[in-house]
Nanobody, 125 residues
């Protein structure tokens, strides 16, 4: 059973940066996707970014200019670097991990994926 533990969330001012980390253990896939999602109060969870085992990444339009995702395989950790934060970035941020392909779909983040408990990011103006 995989375990994902996020950290790095904090309360910051607009324009500041944060780096989130997600340490993954007990994860047996050699071909995988790792992702970051967020959910603000009263809103649906939305995808922020993902990275797959060979290094390709995908970042949501709202985050592309300010956020980057990276992995350190030696530390079993995936990072989300968030720059120039805005109040609309306030949310609980979750990481997820799972197999790269499911039913022919790349990085589906479906029911086969493992999720962390989240780390809170609060941005004030």
């Amino acid at each position: 059973q995989a375990k994902l533990v996020e950290s790095g969330g904090d309360s910051v001012q607009s324009g500041q940066s944060l780096k989130l980390s997600c340490v993954i253990s007990g994860f047996g896939y050699s071909s995988y996707c790792l992702g970051w999602f967020r959910q603000a109060p009263g809103k649906e969870r939305e995808r922020v970014a993902w990275i797959e085992s060979e290094g390709s990444v995908d970042i949501a339009d709202f985050a592309r200019a300010r956020f980057t995702i990276a992995q350190d395989k030696t530390k079993n950790t995936v990072y989300l670097q968030m720059n120039n934060l805005e109040p609309d970035d306030t949310a609980m941020y979750f990481c997820a991990a799972g197999p790269k392909w499911t039913n022919g779909k790349l990085c589906p983040f479906d029911s086969r994926y493992y999720w962390g408990q989240g780390t809170q990011v609060t941005v004030s103006s």
